[in-house]
């Protein structure tokens, strides 16, 4: 678990569409004045060099922000996430990449808090150097799958949990459903977002992760987005997000995002119809 560097793939297909649902997601929370508490489980360094040796190995930005950031003025919504970025370049070129926890600390305000986990040694550390400087920002080095709901609730009583963790290990789904779980029994408020990949047939989880989720929640509103088809290889075609108490009607602005995103980011756009995308919502009536 241990040896995952999120170097390797920042600014990719999945980074693209987790972000830029993320800003989204804080743009409506913080269009009210009631401070808030962001809480990030596995929050990696902070910020990507995408000319370093990790980043050119893969080339995995290329597909994702080099795509999308030849084409930004045709999303005026994501303004917040596109900003964030270019706070990080000198020029209008994006060769610094925001991580989520420099894209929550872009959105939110002084008032607001953020609570952020990771357990790789090199990567907290660096953390600690991009954004530690920040007395809104609290950076533990330790699981966050064991550090989340310890640390709940939160003050302010108000957030976000992101929960994104590298899907390494067999064991982590469980792990997840285990920490979501004992984190909704100590803060049943807080909106939780759980990013997944979609793998090759042979290797992905998404159906048991999701499967064992609705067992314990009312409702779980999922989007996905993909760039090509799902083959039976080693590579991720795709992404999803899992939202536990999503705000009101954000699945409306999913909506009017994904159809457009998943346009700019499909590889093989002759071989997918209208299909790089999904939103849908899981109610379980047992658990209302």
């Known amino acids: 678990m241990l040896s995952y560097l999120h170097g390797f793939h920042a600014g990719n297909h999945a980074d693209v569409f987790k972000h830029s649902v993320l800003t989204l997601l804080l743009q409506t929370f913080t269009t009210k004045p009631k401070p808030l508490t962001y809480l990030e489980t596995h929050a990696g360094a902070g910020v990507y060099d995408l000319t370093s040796v990790q980043a050119h190995k893969t080339g995995e930005y290329g597909e994702g922000i080099g795509r999308l950031w030849a084409q930004k003025s045709e999303f005026p919504e994501l303004f917040a996430y596109f900003n964030a970025i270019s706070a990080l370049n000198a020029t209008n070129e994006c060769v610094r990449y925001s991580g989520s926890p420099q894209l929550a600390q ?18 907290a550390q660096t953390l600690r150097h991009q954004l530690g400087s920040d007395s809104r920002i609290h950076i533990h080095h330790r699981d966050g799958f064991e550090g989340l709901p310890a640390l709940l609730p939160p003050k302010p009583s108000r957030g976000v949990v992101l929960i994104d963790p590298p899907y390494e290990l067999k064991t982590e789904v469980n792990q997840l459903v285990k920490s979501v779980v004992a984190a909704h029994q100590r803060w049943a408020s807080g909106c939780y977002v759980i990013w997944y990949p979609r793998l090759a047939v042979q290797r992905d989880q998404s159906a048991q992760l999701l499967n064992r989720l609705a067992r314990h929640f009312s409702e779980l509103l999922i989007a996905e987005l993909w760039t090509r088809p799902q083959a039976n290889d080693f590579g991720m075609h795709g992404s999803g997000l899992v939202f536990i108490n999503a705000p009101w009607q954000f699945s409306l602005q999913l909506q009017a995002l994904l159809p457009r995103l998943a346009a700019v980011l499909t590889v093989t756009p002759n071989s997918l119809s209208n299909s790089g995308w999904s939103i849908k919502t899981i109610t379980n009536a047992n658990n209302q």
Do not use: N
Not at 106 to 123: T, V, Y
């Open 106 to 123: 872009f959105c939110l305000r002084d008032a607001d808090r953020l609570i952020l986990m990771e357990l790789h040694p090199k990567e």
